[in-house]
């Protein structure tokens, strides 16, 4: 474990776990790359000095669906309201932040002049205020609600910067290509948790949002819960203290990387997301940060070799890239090594961390195929890849999961998944399966 921390951010540490040991000829070296950040640069909740010497260190962009479907039931638009003041009496004093309504259009409802507000008594009050005169009316175009909140959050210069988006429907009034367009306009200028309220919104559109963005998305069933569920993401908003933190992956002359996947707290693939460093390095995105603990899992290809020889297979590292191009600076590194050995027993021991997420990417991916044959209308394929989603989550001590699996089939034998399609399945409890099908537990210790 090596750290290069420096005083103004968090303390990076990374830690590999992997059986180092190919049989001949061997060639995948698996490792589980777990990533670590505490203390350091935080306020401790303390207010950011705002007396003209110190510039903000976040921003924050909630964005609002103010569309027609938002006034069924009235209730709806109106804990979107509460929920909205919610977090904003959530953000620290000094904090940058906007207020955008979402239609077939998007307006920047607070401050109103295409400009950040700054966090305080007084803001906060006249954000409220402006709450309490959106009313729903209009369509859906999601594309255009990032692009303004990325314009407005680039008025500012906080570091770390952070959308929110609440949709109730369809993205229906923007193509997909020009929501995609959106995103890719978007990524890596700022992160955004997503999410959908009711259950007339698409599962596919929030979930891939938060995936291009780097956020969390979630369903919030019960319009209801919103202002509690507001209140958490901007906390978790609010620890954040370093952003665009990037995973490196250098490996030797010969060697290929086959995947890096983000693998706790939840799945996601980021090998198509490399950017490269130099020659023989690559950087992966990760985001922001606060205190806060991630895995990842590497897979390198390297050349076939002799029993008795040792290679490093990847040098992994954290690394913060430098706002004037320059050099980044180094926050902490770890080794991935590789032994051919002809040790039957040592070879073919698959470590318990790789194990573990193996088994949690089948289990998200069986969740997935299980669903796509319940829609499709296919009872044996939904019954049998359920089925070795329950038996995965069972044996992988995922409880959560095992939870929401039970709300879709009945379980006869959840060792075996021996499971019954239920007869009549919620819309809720398939779109919370759905929408938390990626997320996973850690190996127990």
């Known amino acids: ?130 709450l309490r ?17 990325d314009r407005v959050l680039a008025t500012g210069d906080a570091p770390i910067r952070h959308g929110v988006l609440l949709t109730d429907g369809r993205n229906e009034h923007e193509t997909p290509e020009e929501l995609r367009a959106a995103l890719d306009a978007c990524a890596g200028r700022f992160t955004c948790d997503a999410r959908g309220v009711g259950t007339d919104w698409d599962v596919k559109e929030v979930t891939g949002i938060a995936s291009a963005l780097l956020g969390s998305a979630d369903i919030v069933a019960d319009p209801s819960g919103l202002a509690a569920d507001f209140t958490r993401m901007m906390e978790t908003a609010m620890g954040k203290q370093v952003a665009d933190v990037a995973l490196r992956l250098w490996t030797p002359q010969g060697a290929e990387v ?47 070799a002799d029993v008795g020889r040792e290679m490093l297979a990847a040098r992994v590292s954290l690394v913060l890239p430098a706002p004037d191009g320059g050099a980044p600076t180094p926050l902490a590194q770890q080794l991935v090594r590789v032994v051919w050995t002809d040790d039957m027993a040592a ?27 319940r829609k499709a209308g296919d009872r044996d394929g939904a019954t049998a890849r359920l089925g070795r989603a329950v038996q995965l989550a069972s044996a992988l001590g995922n409880e959560d999961t095992a939870k929401l699996l039970s709300k879709v089939v009945d379980v006869v034998d959840a060792a075996t998944g021996t499971v019954r399609l239920k007869a009549k399945v919620a819309d809720a409890a398939e779109m919370t399966l759905d929408t938390r099908s990626t997320r996973t537990v850690r190996v127990k210790k």
């Open 347 to 373: 070879s073919t021991r698959i470590n318990q961390q790789v194990a573990h997420y193996t088994g949690q990417a089948e289990l998200a991916q069986a969740i997935q195929q299980g669903l796509d044959a």
């Open 1 to 130: 474990m090596t750290n290069f921390a420096k005083s103004n951010v968090p303390q990076f540490t990374v830690d590999v776990y992997q059986n180092e040991y190919l049989p001949e000829g061997g060639r995948d070296v698996n490792a589980i790359v777990t990533v670590t950040a505490t203390g350091g640069g935080t306020t401790g909740g303390l207010p950011i000095p705002t007396d003209g010497e110190h510039t903000p260190d976040a921003a924050v962009a909630i964005m609002i669906d103010c569309s027609g479907s938002m006034d069924y039931p009235p209730t709806k638009m109106r804990n979107a309201r509460d929920a909205t003041a919610a977090a904003i009496d959530t953000l620290r004093d000094g904090v940058s932040f906007t207020v955008i309504a979402g239609t077939h259009k998007a307006e920047d409802v607070y401050p109103g002049d295409g400009r950040l507000a700054v966090a305080g008594p007084t803001t906060r009050a006249r954000a409220k205020e402006a």
């Open 133 to 149: 005169r959106l009313s729903a009316g209009g369509g859906t175009a999601i594309g255009t609600w990032l692009r303004l909140a």
């Open 258 to 304: 086959v995947f890096v996947k983000q693998v706790a707290p939840t799945i996601e693939d980021l090998t198509d997301r490399r950017a490269e460093a130099n020659a023989r390095a690559g950087d992966y995105p990760t985001g922001s940060w606060g205190d806060e603990s991630r895995d990842y899992h590497v897979c390198v290809r390297v050349p076939a």
